[in-house]
């Protein structure tokens, strides 16, 4: 993960899903979300390690879309 999130934004110590590092998700002005234990892929997806499109997590943010 540290060298795939030096190439994405710069910096190697910094959290993130696995794929993007949450500094380069978020955006100014924005709604952002941080859900613990989600992560970026459906590659892997379980019940343990959920993602964006699971339909349990997709309760959790759904709603922001409908704005």
Not at 10 to 39: C, F, K, M, Q, R
Not at 49 to 64: K, M, N, Q
Request: aromatic share 8%.
């Amino acid at each position: 993960m540290r060298s795939l999130c030096l190439q994405v934004c710069g910096e190697a110590n910094v959290w993130g899903d696995g794929v993007v590092p949450e500094v380069s998700a978020h955006l100014e002005g924005a709604i952002n979300l941080t859900l613990d234990g989600v992560y970026h892929s459906p590659v892997g997806a379980n019940e343990e390690r959920p993602w964006y499109g699971t339909t349990s997590i997709l309760d959790r943010w759904i709603h922001h879309l409908q704005q």
